[in-house]
């Protein structure tokens, strides 16, 4: 759980779609939470929710989008010629 404060810049009366937690790395800014879908509305509190962890399967590997964070995809593979059984999807 992160508490946050948000601060909106400039006239006008607009809301942002999307929101994006940044830290600096290396003189770079790299994306460590994302929050997206904010339209309509007015909210005032933004909720990181993280997906429940995903094993790889054996002999494989799961891919996370978003770093895991709501709303993710993973995508799960096989490595060489092993075939996977069962979803190759799963969403969060």
Known sequence: ????????WGDGDYAAKAVVLQ??????WVDVLRAEGL???????????????????????????NNGLYPSEATFTCKG???LTGSSFSTC
């Open 39 to 65: 339209e309509g509305g007015r909210w005032e509190e933004l909720h990181f929710v993280q997906c429940a962890t995903l094993e790889a399967p054996n002999y494989g590997t799961v891919r996370l989008t």
């Open 81 to 83: 010629i092993r075939p």
């Open 1 to 8: 759980v992160m508490c946050l404060h948000l601060f909106q």
């Open 23 to 28: 830290r600096e790395n290396d003189e770079a």
